[in-house]
């Protein structure tokens, strides 16, 4: 059913195995407590935004607020749209989709992640897809880009598998450090020629308009 005052909440992105969709409250908290339980191994940090460093409650906090965030904050001229991933009815971690002035740029951006408790499984790639799938059927992208840290295996192989190419290295801070991202770019040709996913995508048209 679509939200009166918030038509996102009424979109549906699916796989064979999966559900994307705006949380509601319920869902909200499911998904924080995901987070709460781990999302990486203590002796790695694979975000550049070390949301994951505080302790359970403070993970849970970061993940209410971003959510609520993105939806304050949303204009057509730069949204973030951010999805829990359902499998077989549970929350199991986050989808996030990003552009500054899609309607000329045709560009967008995308993070997400997992709980440690469903890695391996090949969500990670499955509920990429998904974004990519209502980034350039469902909304018209020319272009989709990335980056993980260079010693992230995982991430990196998301993007391979679906058919990123390197974009170049960028130096960013880490906790008062420095590490290194892989750029990765996709293009709708290689899109078109690397997906295996089937995605239906459910509830667009009703807020089409807010994607710019």
């Given at each position: 059913?679509?939200?009166?005052?918030?038509?996102?909440?009424?979109?549906?992105?699916?796989?064979?195995?999966?559900?994307?969709?705006?949380?509601?409250?319920?869902?909200?908290?499911?998904?924080?407590?995901?987070?709460a339980d781990g999302v990486h191994a203590p002796e790695v940090m694979p975000f550049t935004v070390p949301w994951t460093?505080?302790?359970?409650?403070?993970?849970?906090?970061?993940?209410?607020?971003?959510?609520?965030?993105?939806?304050?904050?949303?204009?057509?001229?730069?949204?973030?749209?951010?999805?829990?991933?359902?499998?077989?009815?549970?929350?199991?971690?986050?989808?996030?989709?990003?552009?500054?002035?899609?309607g000329a740029v045709r560009e967008v951006c995308t993070g997400s992640w997992l709980g440690l408790a469903h890695q391996?499984?090949?969500?990670?790639?499955?509920?990429?897809?998904?974004?990519?799938?209502?980034?350039?059927?469902?909304?018209?992208?020319?272009?989709?880009?990335?980056?993980?840290?260079?010693?992230?295996?995982?991430?990196?192989?998301?993007?391979?598998?679906?058919?990123?190419?390197?974009?170049?290295?960028?130096?960013?801070?880490?906790?008062?450090?420095?590490?290194?991202?892989?750029?990765?770019?996709?293009?709708?040709?290689?899109?078109?020629?690397?997906?295996?996913?089937?995605?239906?995508?459910?509830?667009?048209?009703?807020?089409?308009?807010?994607?710019?």
């Amino acid at each position: 059913m679509t939200h009166p005052a918030w038509p996102l909440y009424g979109l549906r992105i699916r796989t064979p195995r999966l559900e994307l969709r705006l949380p509601d409250d319920a869902l909200l908290s499911d998904l924080a407590s995901v987070a709460a339980d781990g999302v990486h191994a203590p002796e790695v940090m694979p975000f550049t935004v070390p949301w994951t460093d505080g302790t359970p409650d403070a993970r849970r906090q970061a993940v209410f607020q971003h959510v609520l965030g993105t939806i304050a904050g949303w204009r057509e001229s730069d949204w973030t749209l951010s999805l829990a991933v359902l499998h077989e009815g549970r929350v199991v971690g986050r989808q996030d989709v990003m552009a500054r002035d899609f309607g000329a740029v045709r560009e967008v951006c995308t993070g997400s992640w997992l709980g440690l408790a469903h890695q391996g499984r090949g969500i990670g790639t499955e509920m990429r897809a998904a974004a990519l799938h209502l980034a350039f059927a469902g909304l018209g992208a020319d272009s989709a880009v990335s980056a993980a840290m260079t010693d992230n295996p995982r991430s990196l192989g998301v993007s391979r598998r679906l058919g990123y190419v390197p974009d170049g290295l960028e130096t960013a801070s880490l906790r008062g450090g420095r590490v290194t991202l892989q750029r990765l770019r996709l293009d709708r040709a290689r899109w078109e020629e690397a997906r295996e996913v089937e995605v239906s995508v459910e509830g667009l048209d009703e807020c089409r308009e807010l994607f710019g």
